[in-house]
């Protein structure tokens, strides 16, 4: 079983959705969880960052963090074309060094 | 401009044709890393290095080598290229202090084909 379980998709949804993306993992031990953002031909970029469980917003995009559930999800309001991209969740123990990726999740926003 | 440089950005070689991927990044941060990344499998740490001349190996460090003799450069050796290690590789850096959130600064990938 991977660390990290996520959905490479693809999926495609019109301008204005609601998307969501979502991850599972198996170790309890992780602490910090991530979402990057990966255009084609670039490389990722830090999106959103999460400390233990609960919820963070950032304009139209919000990370949730359920523990108990092992589960972690990105939600983005009123999508648009500019976030077609893969999404990368991340997750890391505390005082580890390695971070576990998920496979990514390509999203595209149709105009 | 902060940032992490990679090169070769694109490479095509030759089974057992050493070869060097160059990394350099200007924030002085003290940890680097080294990730491949396949489709299906994500990314996969390489090895990483927490500061100069302290190196340690990542999930799959079969096949490669680095160095670390200066802050800003961490290059990544394949001494005997296979196919196998075709693949999209990426080196990231973090200032250390930040290591726990995760966030890493990515280079904009080198693709490499072993032939």
């Known amino acids: 079983q991977k660390e990290v379980e996520q959905d490479p998709g693809p999926l495609s949804v019109p301008e204005g959705a609601i998307v969501s993306l979502n991850c599972t993992y198996s170790n309890s031990a992780f602490q910090y969880f991530m979402w990057y953002r990966q255009y084609s031909r670039k490389g990722p970029e830090l999106l959103m960052y999460?400390?233990?469980?609960g919820n963070k917003e950032d304009g139209r995009f919000t990370a949730q963090v359920d523990k108990s559930s092992k589960y972690i999800s990105l939600f983005i309001r009123d999508s648009q074309p500019s976030d077609s991209a893969t999404y990368l969740c991340a997750m890391r123990q505390t005082g580890a060094n390695n971070l576990f990726f998920g496979t990514g999740t390509r999203l595209t926003v149709i105009p | 401009e902060a940032q992490v440089t990679q090169n070769p950005r694109y490479l095509i070689t030759v089974t057992g044709k050493k070869l060097t991927v160059t990394c350099s990044q200007n924030?002085?941060?003290?940890?680097m890393s080294w990730y491949r990344q396949d489709p299906g499998l994500g990314l996969r740490q390489i090895y990483y290095?927490?500061?100069?001349?302290?190196?340690d190996k990542g999930d799959v460090p079969e096949g490669y080598k680095v160095s670390r003799k200066e802050k800003r450069n961490f290059p990544l050796i394949l001494e005997s290229p296979s196919p196998n290690q075709t693949s999209l590789y990426f080196c990231a850096s973090s200032a250390r202090r930040r290591t726990n959130t995760g966030e890493l600064f990515f280079g904009e990938g080198s693709r490499l084909t072993v032939l």
């Open positions: 290095s927490m500061n100069v001349e302290v190196t």
């Open positions: 999460t400390y233990s469980s």
């Open positions: 924030m002085n941060h003290e940890y």
